[in-house]
């Protein structure tokens, strides 16, 4: 194993999230069961066996790894990976890749993909992603994973096997889709980008920032430079339904411990338990 850039993991039910994030320096996620991650601002080594990626905004900590790791996926033979980013994006990164082609001499195979808020995206038949605006100083989104499934629908419940066979043999639509949130990501986000998409509170996992955790960094300025503070958090504590809550992307002026101090006197129950930090 080449370790060229860290990142931490963890298991919830059948979904592994593996990354990194803090602010001004690189953000990358991903889950590997769901074969998709978040954010390319570095790109560990083991990370390149993904194939679909979902990039929040163009800041260069979320972004810069892109030309890196669609070489490595040539260089390694591998598929030319999907990459889905907001649509302004585009025209710029395809000029990069060109630039760095001209430099390195090597193909960048990609498929590049706009999104803009309100897209659905099919990852399979099991798994939709939805697109969700965020509010940072520039465009930037958030990224909810369903786990989609067929159910019969309620006024069958009651009926046979055959009864229910019959019908769908009649052509009639016996099942309906039921869709529930596994994973949301916020990307960067002032608090609105939270409140506007009420399902990342709901979602299984939430992988969200707080950049800021000191009461000496005001929260108005903060918001206007697009992001979290651990106040917003505490404001908002009882709308967290999620079973985990993963929290990173914090500002490099601050210590590990500083931070941890910080959080766990605001938050001395850490959201029952399920609040993790990822420093
Ligand atoms: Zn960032
Ligand atoms: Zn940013």
Not at 95 to 110: A, Q
Request: hydrophobic share 40%; net charge positive.
């Amino acid at each position: 194993m080449i370790h060229n850039a860290p990142f931490k993991s963890i298991v919830h039910k059948d979904l592994s999230i593996e990354g990194y994030s803090r602010a001004a320096v690189q953000t990358y996620w991903r889950i590997p069961e769901l074969k998709i991650g978040f954010d390319l601002g570095g790109q560990p080594w083991d990370f390149m066996g993904t194939p679909t990626w979902f990039v929040s905004h163009a800041h260069l900590d979320h972004l810069a790894a892109l030309p890196v790791y669609v070489a490595r996926r040539r260089m390694m033979k591998m598929e030319p990976p999907t990459i889905y980013l907001p649509a302004h994006a585009i025209e710029p990164v395809e000029r990069i890749l060109k630039l760095f082609t001209r430099l390195d001499r090597g193909r960048m195979p990609c498929d590049l993909r706009p999104i803009a808020p309100g897209d659905e995206i099919e990852l399979s038949r099991e798994h939709v992603v939805t697109v969700s605006a965020t509010k940072h100083t520039v465009p930037a989104m958030g990224f909810v994973v369903w786990e989609r499934r067929r159910k019969l629908k309620a006024e069958y419940g009651q009926l046979s096997g055959e009864q229910i066979r019959d019908l769908r043999l009649g052509g009639t639509e016996v099942t309906e889709e039921r869709r529930l949130p596994r994973v949301a990501y916020l990307g960067d986000s002032a608090p609105e980008g939270l409140d506007a998409c009420p399902t990342m509170y709901q979602a299984q996992i939430l992988i969200m920032e707080i950049t800021f955790v000191a009461p000496s960094h005001r929260k108005d300025k903060i918001h206007k430079f697009g992001h979290i503070h651990l106040d917003d958090v505490v404001e908002r504590q009882s709308r967290f339904a999620n079973e985990l809550v993963i929290a990173s992307h914090f500002s490099t002026r601050y210590s590990s411990k500083r931070i941890r101090d910080l959080v766990e006197r605001a938050l001395p129950n850490m959201l029952d338990g399920r609040l993790q930090l990822w420093l």
